[in-house]
């Protein structure tokens, strides 16, 4: 099992910045994936960002490219995101997955994820 706590969100006003935090525990965070999703009500889980293992390989959805910054810390077992140019359409409760998966890709996919957080919900004002 791997327990996972997000925690950053909050209200930020467009073009502003957050960092949200991801602390993981229980099995070893460095042989997973880590992932981060976010969602709005009616809608599923949409993704956003993807580690690898090793922090090497990062992927982003194409609406977050180029402003959002996915890292990790095996060593704190944390992962990250930082989010600057925020726009009102990135408001949406955010978050974090492990995927079980050594290998060199991430994944892109929710139901690729073992474990999920509770969640942080960010809102950005126009």
């Known amino acids: 099992q791997v327990q996972l706590v997000e925690s950053g969100g909050g209200l930020v006003q467009a073009g502003g910045s957050l960092r949200l935090s991801c602390a993981a525990s229980?099995?070893?965070?460095?042989?997973?994936?880590m992932g981060w999703f976010r969602q709005v009500p009616g809608k599923g889980r949409e993704f956003v960002a993807a580690?690898?293992?090793?922090?090497?390989?990062?992927y982003y959805a194409d609406s977050v490219k180029g402003r959002f910054t996915i890292s990790r810390d095996n060593t704190k077992n944390t992962g990250y995101l930082q989010m600057n140019s925020l726009k009102p359409e990135d408001t949406a409760v955010y978050y974090c997955?492990?995927?079980?998966?050594?290998?060199?890709?991430?994944?892109?996919?929710?139901?690729?994820?073992?474990?999920w957080g509770q969640g942080t919900q960010v809102t950005v004002s126009s």
């Open positions: 997955g492990a995927d079980h998966n050594y290998g060199t890709y991430p994944g892109t996919k929710a139901p690729l994820y073992d474990y």
């Open positions: 229980g099995r070893t965070f460095s042989n997973y994936a």
């Open positions: 580690i690898n293992w090793s922090g090497s390989v990062p």
